[in-house]
Nanobody
């Protein structure tokens, strides 16, 4: 069993910055991928940024503004957001793909979500 705890959400003015953090705990042998997704009102959940520790994927809408990073020793992943826009307003969800044993398949886990609101 894996638990994800997110923090750092809040209200910020357009052009401002915000940093989200996520800590994974529980029965973790290894983590393959960690990252962030988001869901705006009336829209589907979409990828924001993920990393395997080797490769990084960013949504085109956040490329150049957001930076995802992970600390393998602490099983944490962060999302540094800058030059925020009102369209970045959404619930942001932490994502982790982990396994309990080396011979077990990776499984997906999701955080509860943290609200990010960007005002004009």
């Amino acid at each position: 069993q894996v638990q994800l705890v997110e923090s750092g959400g809040g209200l910020v003015q357009a052009g401002g910055s915000l940093r989200l953090s996520c800590a994974a705990s529980g029965s973790i042998f290894s983590i393959n991928a960690m990252g962030w997704y988001r869901q705006a009102p009336g829209k589907q959940r979409e990828l924001v940024a993920t990393t395997t520790g080797i490769s990084i994927n960013y949504a085109d809408s956040v490329k150049g503004r957001f930076t995802v990073s992970r600390d393998n020793a602490k099983n944490t992943v962060s999302l540094q957001m800058s030059s925020l826009k009102p369209e970045d307003t959404a619930v942001y969800y932490c994502y982790v793909a982990s396994r309990t044993t080396y011979y077990r398949p990776y499984e997906d886990y999701w955080g509860q979500g943290t609200q990010v609101t960007v005002s004009s």
